[in-house]
């Protein structure tokens, strides 16, 4: 794609245009070639600039502000939807930009528990589990699932280091659903999003399950979760009732 008129830019326009890869893929953005006009005195992008929003405008996060005279640096999505917003206003024009956009897989190794199948967590002396992504946010449309496997005997106490997700009523937009045992026959243990850190949560046997899924715009870190595996009873006490606690 170009700018307006790529190679005389006409006064006062704004442009915009949404990209969104296949499911499961992001937008990757290279810069071709990149001519706009920027202050000379503070180098600021007050008179034209390139926005590009991870996600959708205005919502999504923006991942560059551009203007000037050299090549930017290639810009990847963290899900499938880009927005490049363009605006120039009345003073000088330049040529524009020239991108190739290109809809790529996403860095298979940051996406543990995304692929479509569930992701196992067995390790007997525990560890921790992320977000896709984390501490980056999370990408968009994600859709991971895991499994905590404990030993015979034991039990999944699950502690979150970390907590930002999207907070909807309801959890209705991006939200983790934490399952005393595994997700198809499962007792819910909670539907969880939001700013704070959720309470521990604990097991009644050997497995737990969790389901993450997000909207597609918004995202935020994520979350960072320990887990161990413990015989029932032990550090499953101070928190294995944690909704009673609340009410
Ligand atoms: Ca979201």
């Not at 005195?41 to 996600?55: E, P, T």
């Not at 997700?165 to 045992?181: I, M, P, R």
């Not at 969880?192 to 969790?210: E, I």
């Amino acid at each position: 794609m170009t700018s307006p008129l790529f190679q005389q830019l006409p006064q006062q326009r704004r442009l915009q245009m949404a990209l969104q890869a296949p499911l499961g893929k992001v937008v990757h953005l290279e810069f071709l070639s990149f001519n706009v006009e920027s202050d000379e005195y503070v180098k600021n992008c007050s008179h034209d600039a390139l926005f590009i929003y991870d996600g959708y405008f205005p919502y999504g996060d923006i991942l560059g502000q551009l203007c000037g005279h050299s090549l930017p640096e290639n810009q990847i999505s963290s899900g499938r939807n880009m927005t490049l917003h363009f605006v120039s206003d009345y003073g000088l024009t330049y040529s524009g930009f020239k991108i190739r956009y290109s809809f790529n897989d996403s860095e298979a190794i940051a996406l543990e528990g995304c692929e479509g199948f569930t992701h196992i967590y067995d390790n007997p002396s525990g560890g921790n589990m992320t977000s896709p992504m984390f501490p980056k946010n999370y990408p968009n449309n994600a859709d991971c699932k895991w499994l905590f496997v404990a030993p015979a005997g034991k039990v999944v106490h699950v502690e979150f280091l970390s907590f930002n997700v999207e907070l909807s009523s309801d959890c209705n937009y991006d939200a983790l659903v934490v399952y005393d045992g595994v997700e198809e026959d499962g007792v819910l243990l909670g539907q969880l999003c939001g700013h704070s850190l959720p309470m521990n949560q604990v097991s009644s046997s050997r497995n737990m399950a969790m389901h993450f899924v997000s909207s597609s715009y918004m995202s935020y870190s994520g979350f960072q979760i320990r887990y161990s595996f413990n015989y029932y009873g032990g550090l499953a006490s101070k928190s294995s009732k944690p909704q009673a606690a609340i009410v």
